[in-house]
């Protein structure tokens, strides 16, 4: 009897994890990438699969015990050694094969053409998070090219196309509208159309891609990705049931979560559980548990259509996201904001003139570059803004890099790609990646790690106008620079009047961690640089 010892894979940079569950009793069939274990790091949980077909025969951890990448995890008969051991039998007939041939015992190169019924997956997606499908691009029985969109995902930042990896025809939609996707996971069934005369390794492929019976339902297998499993911590009043991402959400809004009453699998406590929680809280003029609750009284429902014709559009799902952190924001940092003017006469004059070297290099040098370049040079002179809030609320983190956000305007909401290391880049190449991530954002191609690690964000109105405006801190960021459009206005030299484009600042800051001075030193050294801009150089 052959046994395969199955063996803890890549974690992604966790060293040692603790194992909260066994997934399958002992003697239980296991299909290929069920999950036979679940770990838990102090960041995520993350499901162990199963590489192989078989039954567990035992198990070698036990739950609490601490196990770390190539450690073995459990013995599983592999289906394979089943089958050798019983009588010899014909093989079965797949069903899914559309073409029907005699079984021959030596592949023969011919021009004649075979088909086979091949997974198209959802590619890598920038982080181990589940995203919503939003939207199924192509039906059954439409031909797709490799490359194509087959479906639609969107995050709470961004919407994603899925493309094909196989050219060929659409015979089955595995996933629906509203299923959560990950890396990995199955999209549709294509049925894809090959020589018999290919090589023989793209012939073994295609026969072990894995296929779905025609007369049976789609089984959707889940591949191996960090998935948010839920974890139980015992708590003074009762145990809680949630995952990672539930609970930092709810510190965020100041949950109690042993108050929420979950609707998810057995009883675990779901984003919605959270939100339902707060407008009820928010509606009956009480608090949320932790007694940072603020009774705020509901804005009245009004009938518009009574004052004339209206028409009711549907928020997208950024637009929605956009809308709670705002509000989450507002109500949870102290908000104070200082303005400023900066001269920046003599750089428009430098950017200006590089305009040729800009069009030999194919990159535009905006504005936004120099202000990316200038806040980073800030935050290294100022790391007070370079901090975050621990969620204790004892202690602050102290960040050693530089990411600066850029909100940008896109047609479905307001979206934050972060120029990662702004501190160690010069303007071109600072503004090459302006480009490019404005670019994905309009195209609504943002992966998930383009919008995170910020540090600091800066929203800048350009052209649009206005002589200044408070932006919102962009939490857990305890800093954000609003900028607005410049104007050419009289300066006092000392003897007389100059003019000079003049540029509107505006700094909102987290005021439980950044004090009137940290923000006065920010702004005039902001300031400085951007008036001189050689002072970048030092």
């Given amino acids: 009897m052959a046994i395969e010892i199955i063996t803890i894979p890549d974690l992604g940079g966790a060293e040692s994890v603790e194992v909260i569950e066994l997934c399958a009793a002992v003697g239980e069939a296991v299909e290929q990438e069920e999950s036979l274990v679940v770990l838990e790091s102090d960041k995520a949980s993350m499901d162990v699969p199963s590489p192989v077909q078989g039954s567990v025969v035992k198990y070698l951890v036990t739950e609490g015990d601490t196990v770390k990448v190539g450690d073995a995890i459990a013995e599983v008969e592999t289906a394979e050694a089943q089958v050798s051991a019983e009588p010899a039998a014909p093989e079965p007939v797949v069903a899914e094969t559309a073409v029907e041939e005699p079984a021959v015992e030596t592949p023969v190169a011919s021009e004649e053409t075979t088909t086979s019924e091949q997974i198209a997956l959802v590619p890598d997606i920038g982080n181990d998070d589940k995203v919503e499908l939003i939207e199924i691009s192509v039906a059954v029985g439409d031909q797709v090219?490799?490359?194509?969109?087959?479906?639609?995902?969107e995050s709470d930042k961004a919407t994603m196309d899925v493309p094909s990896t196989l050219t060929g025809t659409v015979k089955q939609i595995i996933a629906k509208e509203g299923d959560k996707l990950g890396t990995g996971d199955q999209v549709a069934l294509i049925e894809v159309t090959r020589g018999a005369s290919a090589p023989a390794v793209e012939q073994e492929q295609a026969e072990t891609t894995p296929e779905l019976a025609a007369d049976k339902p789609v089984e959707v297998v889940k591949p191996a990705a960090v998935a948010a499993t839920p974890e139980t911590v015992t708590s003074d009043s009762a145990e809680i049931y949630a995952g990672p991402a539930v609970r930092l959400f709810a510190r965020e809004l100041g949950v109690d979560l042993s108050q929420v009453s979950g609707t998810g699998p057995k009883g675990?406590?779901?984003?919605?559980?959270?939100?339902?929680?707060?407008?009820?809280?928010?509606?009956?003029?009480?608090?949320?548990?932790?007694?940072?609750?603020?009774?705020?009284?509901?804005?009245?429902?009004?009938?518009?259509?009574?004052?004339g014709e209206i028409d009711t559009v549907k928020l997208s799902k950024i637009q929605k996201v956009t809308a709670n952190n705002m509000q989450r924001n507002w109500l949870n940092v102290p908000h104070v904001t200082q303005f400023d003017d900066a001269d920046i006469t003599d750089l428009e004059a430098f950017r200006k003139s590089l305009k040729a070297e800009g069009e030999k290099r194919g990159i535009k040098v905006t504005p936004v570059a120099f202000l990316i370049k200038a806040a980073a040079a800030a935050?290294?002179?100022?790391?007070?803004?370079?901090?975050?809030?621990?969620?204790?609320?004892?202690?602050?983190?102290?960040?050693?890099?530089?990411?600066?956000?850029?909100?940008v305007d896109t047609p479905r909401g307001l979206v934050v790609p972060v120029i990662k290391d702004a501190d160690k880049k010069g303007i071109w190449e600072i503004s090459s990646d302006v480009i490019t991530m404005a670019t994905l954002a309009r195209?609504?191609?943002?992966?998930?790690?383009?919008?995170?690690?910020?540090?600091?964000?800066i929203s800048s109105l350009g052209a649009i106008g206005g002589n200044g405006f408070t932006p919102i801190v962009n939490s857990p960021e305890?800093?954000?620079?609003?900028?607005?459009?410049s104007q050419m206005k009289p300066i006092w030299d000392g003897s007389d009047f100059q003019p000079r484009l003049m540029l509107p600042l505006a700094i909102s800051y987290d005021h439980r961690v950044i004090n009137g001075g940290d923000a006065g030193r920010f702004m005039t050294y902001l300031v400085k640089i951007l008036s001189d801009i050689r002072h970048m150089t030092l």
């Avoid at 090219?145 to 995902?153: D, I």
């Avoid at 935050?379 to 909100?407: C, T, W």
């Fill in 145 to 153: 090219e490799e490359g194509e969109t087959l479906v639609v995902l």
């Fill in 268 to 307: 675990r406590i779901q984003k919605d559980d959270v939100n339902n929680f707060v407008k009820s809280a928010l509606k009956s003029g009480g608090n949320t548990g932790s007694g940072s609750g603020a009774g705020i009284p509901q804005v009245p429902a009004i009938d518009f259509s009574q004052f």
């Fill in 379 to 407: 935050l290294v002179a100022n790391p007070e803004f370079n901090r975050s809030l621990a969620g204790d609320g004892e202690n602050y983190v102290q960040k050693h890099y530089i990411n600066v956000g850029m909100a």
């Fill in 443 to 457: 195209e609504g191609k943002l992966k998930p790690n383009d919008m995170q690690g910020g540090c600091f964000t």
């Fill in 478 to 485: 305890v800093g954000i620079l609003g900028v607005s459009k």
